[in-house]
């Protein structure tokens, strides 16, 4: 790799990190010469994650700052639980996330190079063929405080063990009925070192390589295999990891086929308050129908987060600012809900939107008369221009925007009381109308046409600026507002959150009709929206809330 490729890319990558430092003693050592090879090997057994998107982000970001190369590797070697739905998804998600691998890999692929790897241990004597069934090896295996016993299998002579790993690749045993154990040390310290299993027996079909194989690798096996075949140099694993390190060496050690075999680094997984990260708990939330699908707006999943109206920009300034480390610690999910808002103030237009509207009548307006008002887009942003709003005698304004009887400091609307309407005029609250059941019908204003916004005016001041839609034009449509998926129990622990979704209708000026699905807006004073894919359409509008404009995260 060239030097200066590798520091101009290094100028608009990440941060340094203790993962960083490592290969940069690396590459100063020589130890790959100039080669950074990382990859990113998921198991298409579920949706990705946000968990993951650290990982994606780390993997992919390191290949971009060295100039190196990042694989797409699919950890398919349990078709037990793998579908390619989720082999779609994540390529989805990795892209979406910006990054594009150098090669789409699978490591099913070389499952005839690692029956040849298992073979080749059995014949050094490192291998052997165990018929002890799972809660038996569980036995066997001891504690953390008492050494393991040794198999009455394990010392199968090599020609044996031979033949009965060949039989099982011929099927000619049941599943569990045999495994094929790494002969290591049963009293090692580390449990993953005491005669791990490496191949384990499974009439299933696999969705790569068909009926050709009913015996499968175990993941520890595999992994440091797929690693040096692919030549990766630094295989960046999350901190779960770290005890199966000395495994990942010893099958890398023992095959003995690679000069500068790769070397496994754990960092720390992503921990996110109000958040599950178990792809299985997950799957169980989908399947007894607590969500409504893998990419519900309400889920952690990558999909989730991107129909939520999550940007790849923002997801990508969370990781970077959470950080790399080698301690396990608890993110609070403000700071990712505050990258999205930094993210969105300047990208978004916005919108008037009320909800819980009540109706204002102008009593002094003309009947039949309907002006166009010019509002800026953004207010941060000017060169996102203007648009052009109608305003005539009959209103709505946000129900909260209203109180008969005021509390202390209230500076919105109320009898007696004069507020500016945002890019309109003053008005002045006249008279409450009421129905029978003494519900607000309407109230009774008055406006101010001297008052007009952008007209000079410089007369008496307001304390309250409230917005508003025209109730002649205005579109009806569907909000739906999310809390947190999971909430803390008076113990602590997180359980479901029954109240995670709410649905309301709502008032919007007749601009946001033409919103197409996957649009951006801020509905003013109430947050970040999106048109969502999958239930806005032409006649209905139905928009996620992406985030509220209020942050409690403090820096």
């Known amino acids: 790799m060239d030097k200066k490729v590798r520091s101009e890319a290094a100028e608009t990558q990440t941060a340094s990190n203790f993962i960083h430092n490592i290969i940069d003693k690396d590459l100063e050592t020589q130890k790959y010469g100039d080669r950074v090879y990382t990859r990113f090997p998921p198991e298409p057994n579920g949706y990705l994650h946000i968990g993951h998107a650290k990982s994606i982000c780390l993997n992919f970001s390191t290949a971009q700052k060295y100039g190196g190369k990042c694989n797409l590797r699919y950890d398919d070697t349990n078709p037990i639980k793998e579908d390619m739905e989720y082999v779609d998804s994540i390529e989805e998600d990795v892209k979406w996330l910006g990054f594009q691998w150098d090669k789409r890999l699978w490591a099913s692929d070389y499952f005839d190079k690692m029956y040849e790897a298992a073979v080749d241990l059995i014949k050094k004597g490192k291998a052997f063929v165990c018929d002890l069934n799972a809660e038996q090896i569980r036995e066997y295996r001891g504690t953390l405080k008492e050494p393991g016993k040794e198999s009455p299998y394990r010392n199968r002579s090599i020609e044996e063990n031979l ?41 299933t079909s696999h969705h790569n390589t068909g009926d050709k194989w009913c015996i499968y690798p175990m993941y520890d096996f595999a992994h440091p295999i797929e690693d040096a075949i692919e030549g990766i140099t630094h295989s960046i694993c999350t901190l779960e990891f770290e005890d199966h390190r000395p495994l990942y060496e010893w099958v890398l050690h023992a095959l003995g086929w690679w000069e500068a075999p790769p070397q496994q680094i754990e960092f720390a997984r992503l921990n ?12 169980a939330m989908v399947e007894d129908g607590t969500v409504e699908s893998w990419d519900d707006p309400r889920m ?75 509002i800026e887009n953004n207010k941060e942003v000017p060169e996102m221009g203007s648009r052009k709003v109608p305003f005539s005698r009959e209103l709505y304004v946000d129900g909260e925007d209203f109180m008969e009887v005021p509390v202390k400091k209230y500076f919105r609307l109320f009898p007696g009381n004069e507020v500016r309407f945002k890019g309109a005029y003053f008005i002045t609250c006249n008279e409450v109308i009421k129905n029978e059941d003494g519900s607000i019908k309407e109230l009774h204003c008055t406006y101010d046409p001297e008052t007009k ?17 025209d109730a002649r034009t205005a579109v009806k449509i ?44 801020q509905f003013f004073r109430h947050g970040y929206y999106i048109a969502d894919t999958k239930l806005s359409t032409d006649t209905e509008k139905v928009f996620n809330r992406i985030v509220d404009l209020k942050s409690s995260w403090k820096k």
């Open 272 to 283: 996110l308050t109000n958040t599950v990260m178990s792809k299985r708990y997950l799957k």
């Open 163 to 203: 033949a009965l790993f060949e039989e099982m690749r011929d099927g000619k045993y049941a599943d569990g009925e045999k495994v094929l154990r790494a002969k290591i040390d049963m009293a090692s310290p580390n449990i993953n070192l005491r005669d791990p299993v490496i191949y384990r027996i499974a009439h």
């Open 300 to 374: 952690p999943t990558i999909a989730g987060l991107r129909r939520r109206g999550y940007t790849p920009e923002a997801v990508r300034d969370f990781c970077e600012r959470i950080g790399v480390s080698k301690a396990n610690s608890l993110v609070d999910i403000a700071l990712l809900e505050h990258c999205v808002r930094e993210d969105l103030k300047s990208k978004v237009q916005s919108r008037n939107v009320v909800e819980n509207p009540i109706k204002i009548v102008l009593t002094n307006y003309p009947e039949d008369k309907t002006e166009e008002l010019e």
């Open 453 to 469: 916004s952008g007209s000079g005016f410089e007369g008496r001041k307001v304390k309250g600026t409230i917005h508003w839609v």
């Open 478 to 521: 569907k909000i739906r507002q999310y809390d947190y998926l999971m909430i803390e129990d008076e113990n602590g622990e997180n359980i479901i959150n029954p109240n995670s979704l709410k649905e309301i209708e709502a008032y919007a000026e007749p601009a946001v009709a033409g919103a197409e699905p996957g649009e951006r807006f």
